[in-house]
């Protein structure tokens, strides 16, 4: 089975800046599309950016788009997640997943494959 391992959460200023690693392993086909999820407290998942195989195809949520630039590296089976201008709002356990297409509508809905256990990042004010 497919393993995703997140990476590089912590606690950041806001105006600040964190990249997050996902590196993925095990028995495992390839992927077509690697995203980003995140869940705060109390509220709903919500999709926050999606790659595809290529790398020439990105998806953004609105509320990061400009700040937040998703990357992968198939070479060693990691994608990454750049966030820069970060907002307390965007403290939250950040969850990376991967599916096996590239479909703008599933991604919203969150419907992937597989799914890491996340990672923890909080910005203060």
């Known amino acids: 089975q497919v393993q995703l391992v997140e990476s590089g959460g912590g606690l950041v200023q806001a105006g600040g800046s964190l990249r997050l690693s996902c590196a993925a392993s095990?028995?495992?086909?390839?992927?077509?599309?690697m995203a980003w999820f995140r869940q705060a407290p109390g509220k709903e998942r919500e999709f926050v950016a999606a790659?595809?195989?290529?790398?020439?195809?990105?998806y953004y949520s609105d509320s990061v788009k400009g700040r937040f630039t998703i990357s992968r590296d198939n070479a060693r089976n990691t994608v990454y997640l750049q966030m820069n201008s970060l907002k307390p709002e965007d403290t939250a356990v950040y969850y990376c997943?991967?599916?096996?297409?590239?479909?703008?509508?599933?991604?919203?809905?969150?419907?992937?494959?597989?799914w890491g256990k996340g990672t923890l990042v909080t910005v203060s004010s």
């Open positions: 790659i595809s195989w290529s790398g020439t195809s990105s």
């Open positions: 095990g028995r495992a086909r390839r992927s077509v599309a």
């Open positions: 997943a991967t599916d096996s297409s590239f479909d703008l509508d599933e991604l919203a809905r969150g419907n992937m494959d597989y």
